[in-house]
């Protein structure tokens, strides 16, 4: 019988993307989500794609008991994926009680059950976030994490080591969670992707929105960082690279081959890009114009992070594959399919 996985956050970006992966493999898919960053008509488009339309609750996972009904009314779960959380960081830092609720809690809540039904694996959505700006580069797992610059990175934090402790003292429960450098692009059908409410945060998207005519410029932030041409760089991660490091975390549980019943990875490509080298690569590749602007440093940005991703490649199995042109083209194919542009 096909193994059954809980997708919390599944309609989301990460989420939806790797309910795709886990269907094509032959996973069953249950997905919980609280609709409070995502569309349900996801649903329709993941079933576009895979030809299966996955089971889907709506409830919220910082309510205990309503998880825990859940857990009864599907007694046969395998193993979960955990993304449903807050992300925006600017946010955290305006509602901080709000973050720790929904991040810890629902964590707390899916743990607790976790141990009552008998469901001993869990893959976790955590972040490079962790790292902040990092001594040396590129960072590997044994690079220390350093104090949260904002509420959601200090959730992130908090709930790596509330996995660590439990992990520790229940045998029985096995986690793994996996920190993301900085996911980007779309599913090659364009059905899926990044669709940010109100105006994005994150730079992919609001490229993609100012190439679209929804935005009239782009704000490149700082170019007088100590990098080659003056602007921060980070790790790009093709989502659905990403998305599949997860079904290799699932597999590795399922199988039996973790070393340790708390354990962690990097999951970004191992190179770095500057804002400005992005910027330009959307330009060549997707043919378009792109009005931009520099502007002061953004209050809360590191300088420069990419991953060592050697541990996680050769633990997981696992490589990103998609070129950066590749990933924005996607990106591009997404917002045009969106925006019905041709
Ligand atoms: P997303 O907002 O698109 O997806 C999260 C989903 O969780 C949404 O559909 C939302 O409706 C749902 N959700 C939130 N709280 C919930 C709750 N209490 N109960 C039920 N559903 C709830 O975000 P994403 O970009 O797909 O991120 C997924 C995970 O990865 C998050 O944990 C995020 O912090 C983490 N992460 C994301 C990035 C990134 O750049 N996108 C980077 C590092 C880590
Ligand atoms: C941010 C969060 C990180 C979170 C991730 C996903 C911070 C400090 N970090 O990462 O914790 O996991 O989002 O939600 O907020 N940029 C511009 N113009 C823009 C937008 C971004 O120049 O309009 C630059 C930024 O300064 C940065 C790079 O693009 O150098 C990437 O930014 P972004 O996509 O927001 O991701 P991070 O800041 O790396």
Not at 99 to 121: A, D, I, T
Not at 172 to 183: D, E, G, K, W
Not at 216 to 243: K, W
Request: negative net charge; proline residues 4%.
């Amino acid at each position: 019988m096909a193994k059954q996985i809980l997708v919390t956050g599944g309609t989301g970006y990460i989420g939806s993307h790797t309910v795709v992966e886990l269907q094509e493999k032959g996973f069953d898919v249950v997905i919980v989500d609280n609709l409070s960053n995502s569309k349900i008509e996801v649903l329709d488009n993941i079933e576009k794609i895979t030809g299966i339309r996955p089971a889907f609750e709506k409830f919220d996972l910082s309510e205990r008991e309503l998880t825990d009904a859940f857990f009864q009314k599907y007694p046969n779960i395998d193993a979960i994926i955990h993304f449903a959380a807050f992300k925006a960081v600017g946010e955290s830092v305006q509602k901080p009680l709000e973050y720790y609720r929904n991040n810890m809690g629902s964590l707390m809540n899916l743990l607790e059950c976790m141990n009552k039904y008998k469901v001993p694996h869990m893959v976790f959505s955590s972040s490079c976030t962790v790292y902040g700006q990092p001594d040396v580069l590129p960072v590997t797992e044994e690079t220390p994490r350093k104090e949260a610059e904002s509420p959601y990175g200090n959730t992130k934090a908090i709930c790596e080591d509330i996995m660590r402790d439990y992990c520790a003292s229940n045998e029985s429960v096995n986690c793994i969670a996996l920190r993301y450098f900085n996911p980007i692009g779309a599913h090659p059908s364009a059905l899926i992707g990044e669709l940010p409410v109100g105006v994005p945060n994150n730079l992919v998207p609001f490229i993609t929105q100012t190439a679209a005519g929804l935005r009239e410029e782009l704000s490149i932030f700082g170019d007088d960082y100590d990098t080659e041409d003056g602007t921060a760089i980070r790790d790009y991660i093709n989502v659905v690279d990403l998305a599949k490091a997860h079904v290799v975390a699932i597999d590795r549980m399922l199988s039996g081959k973790s070393k340790a019943n708390y354990e962690y990875f990097n999951v970004g490509t191992g190179s770095g890009y500057s804002v400005m080298q992005l910027v330009k690569a959307f330009i060549e590749v997707n043919k378009v114009e792109l009005n931009y602007k520099i502007v002061d440093r953004r209050a809360g940005d590191i300088e420069k992070i990419w991953a060592d991703t050697t541990y996680g490649n050769n633990e997981l199995g696992w490589k990103a594959e998609k070129t950066l042109e590749e990933t924005l083209a996607s990106a591009w194919a997404w917002e045009k399919n969106v925006r019905g542009l041709k």
